[in-house]
């Protein structure tokens, strides 16, 4: 069963705008990883987020951890086209150090 | 450098059928994974490899075998593929386990069983 759940399933915006997709789980964790799929290839690795962490930022992606409400942020800024892709949070699951997958958000950014 | 290779990219099994899903990364990576993807269903783990040497079930293992070859080969083994195991194969590598490390994924490959 899945550990961390992506919200929304989808999302469409314009470009320039901000997206902002959420990731709850549900015990607690050590580390939260942000991953990105471009569709028909494989996931590529955004950033990772440790449990005494509250926010991270690479590039235009800023990552928030809430500890006590059990969710995560990704927001990207001023998206593009090549944005679109899923996005997918992975945490460990209590007691197993191998990171479980949520089922992703879709995110479509229309030039 | 080519990161983490699949082969093949592309299969179709009549139901019954056996086949093997090949896997190579060339990082030196200590550990190996092995994903389906299904609509709707994110990734689900397979099986995985900490390291050389030991292989550890997943979360959806009925089905599937796999075997670590040496530390760069990690192949996935379908005996009697069955519709259900229609989806899309990942393969994915790390440095070590543990949810602290990235994960570097392959191409993937789509099986279709008929």
């Known amino acids: 069963s899945q550990q961390g759940e992506e919200d929304p399933q989808a999302l469409s915006i314009q470009e320039g705008e901000n997206a902002t997709m959420n990731c709850s789980y549900k015990?607690?964790?050590?580390?939260l990883q942000w991953y990105r799929q471009n569709s028909g290839r494989g996931l590529v690795h955004l950033i990772l987020?440790?449990?005494?962490?509250r926010e991270k930022h690479s590039g235009r992606l800023r990552v928030t951890l809430d500890t006590s409400k059990k969710s995560s942020s990704l927001l990207i800024t001023a998206s593009r086209a090549a944005d679109t892709a899923s996005y997918f949070c992975?945490?460990?699951?209590?007691?197993?150090?191998?990171?479980?997958f949520g089922r992703g958000t879709s995110l479509i950014v229309h030039p | 450098n080519a990161g983490v290779t699949q082969t093949p990219k592309f299969q179709v099994l009549k139901t019954g059928q056996s086949m093997t899903l090949q896997c190579a990364q060339d990082?030196?990576?200590?550990?190996m994974y092995w994903y389906r993807q299904d609509p709707g269903m994110g990734l689900r783990l397979i099986y995985y490899?900490?390291?050389?040497?030991?292989?550890d079930k997943g979360e959806v293992p009925n089905g599937y075998n796999v075997s670590r070859l040496n530390k760069r080969e990690f192949s996935l083994r379908l005996e009697s593929a069955a519709p259900s195991q229609t989806s899309v194969y990942f393969c994915?590598?790390?440095?070590?386990?543990?949810?602290?490390?990235?994960?570097?994924f392959g191409p993937g490959t789509r099986l279709t069983v008929l």
């Open positions: 015990t607690s964790i050590n580390n």
């Open positions: 990082m030196n990576h200590n550990s």
């Open positions: 490899s900490a390291s050389e040497g030991t292989t």
């Open positions: 994915a590598s790390s440095e070590a386990a543990g949810s602290y490390n990235e994960q570097f």
């Open positions: 987020i440790r449990s005494n962490e």
């Open positions: 992975a945490t460990d699951k209590g007691g197993s150090y191998i990171p479980t």
